[in-house]
């Protein structure tokens, strides 16, 4: 019966919220958009209209109350988070909040506090890559102890450019880095308890004085190190990998690979010909796929009651990752992570999400 | 409006039916699976039971005629397929209907011309290598002339083993070669006129008196040849390639190295380690996605009144090339395809299908 | 003591002498070049000069038999070799010839049999391959049975361009598809037994009339078969491989991979980068280092008085093959190879070149 | 003539030494070895009888001094290299002389002004490194410019295994990340400045209390960064990679794809099969190629009164950066490197080795 299908609402209608209406119409089953919310109201008529029976409305918070939502997609600002994942939660309505949670680990702290008095799991935060094939299968191999304790992890995180004069320093720690928290904290299934973030003489193609490439050190609460490297004008596309070493082997996802291989004519080297692909022009190529895998579970896991992937948990644990992170960029020195006590604030036992299917 | 989901019914309940049961179900977007049909009601009604609002029907033709279907996914035995995609042509219904289109090429003609005569495009052939996202690009890469002309391909086709006693090196044409004819005419855009196959001396994996791995040869309308290795029983895994030669560059689909990258110890070899990955196990797994990005195309086609991917057309020139094939296994001889002027049956300027969005 | 290296003298002063000459001078331990000869004794003074206390001489056969000359490698062009091979056999003097070993068959039959009457091996024939570390592991991996009986071989051959303006179809199969023939008869160890050669629309780099690329396909001993590729005008670089498909496993020799990979700025496709490496120019690049170790080889062997690598039957049975080829090439058809019997040449259990260390 | 070959002797006759003789005797041209010196002098002569026309000595001074001996390959422990170089510098020999150049910075800087004093160039140090194709080719594209100011390196050393008790935490420092301190200061062409050494929690697999794997970071003269892997008991082989980052594009080094490439049945991982290759058992075998050219290179330069690859100012820095390496084992702390200014001890515009052929 059609009324079976999870009835959607987007909050948010820019770049992240038109692809995720895309989405829901053209390749998730189970679901479906019946609404969009933005203050910007003429361009949440605009995505309603490109779409058989969506309503647009101006006020978020109207969205989220609507009896014909069921469940919630958060793609508005960071800045305007923690409203409206706290109404989701008030009006316990399963939600798939974008990074980041919230702003600040206060704030995160509060929803995760939210999300636990309200007795049931309901926010599932959007990082996207636990979904990715390569990812997904790294963490398995690695959770599967075939390759013994996990030791190092090398992240490479390339962007061409970024696309306004407004990206600082900062912003890389917060909105290019948090993907490689989150890929650390999911890979060891540990707390990152530290953070250094070194800043090499930067490429010409950044913004004066902005810090690209950074390099970041994390320590794991067991003691592994991650080394990551972001570099959000690399001016070639869209390249992110990451390499685990264990004490049995170590294995790649994300090598750039995977795409036609051709050989042609005409390369610039003096060389006659050159072998090789394309590389991935930018995320939503690059993780098209593992956003589909990501809305999909998500929808199937609100028809049962659950959440999978990433909890608000991880959500807050970046968060204060990314907040030491911006400390430490200022003055190259390791900071620590000050993270609440999981056990204090879930109660002893608490569960993660459900495993990914 | 849920009513403008794309009501869709399933004939035969197998595993490609299942698995298309499961996807409408799962991962498409715009069609719900509203009833599926098989003479073995039982698994009908099993497979029914598995999803909400399904009705299982043991009359396929039964299940045509539904004015509650809108659409037709034929997965039953290719000896059935002739009387069930004519049944839903005259019921002007969408059909998306698994290889091979008929048994023979008279049949499948038959089929061409009921569709011809509805006046309207209603059947596409599940050829789903042409959603691969690989095989498309590459499609796209031959046809965008930056390579000059298409001289060549090379087709490699292996599977892990074949399941049951009965697979007959006749159906190693006919099951497995057939989808490198559709490969053939799809990358070249043009008939193949002559098909020659050779027999090697065969893996001691195949049973008596098969001959597996089988070479096969065919001679394209514009001059350009094609070398297929198709190899049933290779005890590996599925792997499956193209690649593609040109004036001024080659280019390869399907080469195995997409999937995780991984060192590790331990290898017969008298080496301390290795290198690389895992071959898919079978074609759900190597072509799962192209599987849903075909059902997909298929829906939103349909709900256009369009049809995409491989037409009725298609379907027959891929029967009649193996039906050539066949008898060169015989005798190892070449022999011509014995082919209808696409024009004189489907008159001048005939379209085909739209292309792959 | 340096009269423990081995003087070597060259015949023929063209690209592959010159090479010689340098790689003797320059890489090879235990030997040293005594003496160049070629007609033009201009060319052969030139070349002299380059080097200490190297002599030139006009005369191919006063070189030969020049009693400071321990052993001669023959680069002259192949219509002279049938005489300056059993020169230098008859001076019992260790010889590497270049491919082809004659220009016939019955002239490659003269010199194997004048070999066996001198009762010990002398003559190694230039099928560099053999010592490339890929084809060399190939071999051996094949030869351990650690992937079963082989079934298959696929060879790609592409040169960028040819040189000159007779190069003709025939010369595609005598000069570059002999190559291929030797692969196959070392991966397999078992002799061709027949040959057809196809002939595809021409590229339009090749010379009006020329066949290019060809297709080919050789029928062993034992019943495997060998698809070849020969593209001698492919306009990229020069891409050699072979591909072995066994009962359990395949392996493939000579991938471009080899070298630096790299992401860059600016590729022609759209996309704003790629990932590759550059694509060998020509053999002397692509098998340089085969060279090394041919010679390296052949060096080390005739100071113990023995053969590794190609024989004198090897170069015979090659050109037998290239000969059926050419035959094959003007029809189409499949051409038996006419092969004399080995044991009655060469007596039962006539051992082969020693294995290559 | 054979007097124009450089005659050589080599002092110290363990593994490198053994090999270097068998090099020498086997794959180089325009040398030949003389003489061995060791002062096990049972050792000597066995490695002297294993070659024609070489002499043992017990004392590798009096192999220095020795008329018969041209130039001199020190593959002695690193505690008798500063005597023994010292010694080759006032007998005016050229010398080649395996890392580390001595055993601590005081000493190295002594070999730099002897050799300043002599007034000719004749030590090259061992970083074999700078002859490996692939590292080569690297350190010209990044010195060409084509992908702008080299910003990062990424380097990753693991060994199999360590073969021996006495295989503490410094000497991964100073005989294993030595390696990538002369590969950072090559790519980049400047000095490093400071270095930070990261214990990670060891691999089970160490000795108790050995820091393994370790992460290195240097800070180059410009401002760039280097993170540096080193892993010594990796358990899987030998595995040695550079990744360079630059303003336009990346590059690596190394890459263990370039044997053969092979799909074979059974891996444990529960897919039926596997594609990939085997990973170099050690450096023997992965460096194999390119001890053969920097030794060619050397004897190469030597005839020319010249010396190519690192220079005895290159073993000194090495020696420094280790040396400060070690302190920041001990804390985890940065360590400024304490260098000389080559300009003062060298003069200005004092020349390096000449570029690699």
């Known amino acids: 019966m059609p009324g079976q299908d999870l009835r959607v609402g987007i909050i948010g209608v820019g770049v992240m919220g038109g692809d995720h209406a895309d989405r829901l119409a053209r390749r998730i089953g189970g679901a479906r958009l019946v609404a969009v919310a933005d203050p910007d109201e003429a361009r949440a008529r605009a995505l309603a209209a490109r779409h058989d029976g969506v309503r647009a409305v101006a006020d978020p918070l109207a969205l989220v109350a609507d009896e014909e939502v069921d469940a919630v997609i958060v793609a508005s600002p960071g800045f305007v988070h923690e409203e409206q994942v706290l109404a989701c939660i008030a009006h316990s309505k399963p939600t798939l909040c974008e990074k980041p949670l919230t702003m600040d680990s206060a704030s995160s702290l509060r929803v995760v506090e939210a999300e636990r008095d309200a007795g049931r799991p309901l926010v599932q935060v959007g990082f996207m890559r636990r979904f990715d094939p390569q990812y997904a299968e790294l963490r398995q191999l690695l959770a599967s102890g075939r390759l013994g304790r996990t030791l190092l992890l090398h ?62 050190v994390f320590t794991m609460a ?35 690979q995977t795409g036609l291989y051709a050989t042609s004519v005409g390369e610039s080297a003096g060389a006659p010909g050159s072998w090789g692909g394309a590389v991935d022009p930018d995320y939503t190529v690059r993780f098209g796929l593992a956003y589909d895998r990501e809305v999909q579970a998500w929808v199937d896991a609100a028809r049962r009651g659950e959440v999978v992937g990433a909890t608000s948990w991880d ?43």
């Open 315 to 357: 959500g807050f644990a970046a968060t204060a990752v990314c907040t030491a992170g911006m400390q430490s960029l200022a003055t190259g020195e390791r900071v620590a992570v000050d993270l609440a006590d999981r056990e204090v604030v879930l109660g002893v036992g608490a569960r993660a999400a459900q495993p990914i299917p």
């Open 222 to 256: 067991g003691g592994g190190l991650v080394t990551n490297e972001v570099f959000v004008n690399c001016q070639v596309g869209y390249e992110v990998r990451c390499e685990a070493v264990a004490e049995r082997g170590s294995a790649i996802a994300g090598r750039p």
């Open 155 to 216: 992240n490479t995180h390339r962007n061409k450019s970024v696309p306004n004069a407004d990206f600082r320093s900062e912003m890389i720690v917060r909105d290019s880095l948090v993907h490689e928290v989150d890929v650390a904290r999911f890979m060891f299934g540990e707390e990152i308890v530290a953070i250094q973030v070194l800043s090499p003489a930067p490429t010409s193609h950044a913004l004066d004085g902005v810090v690209d490439p950074q390099v970041a």
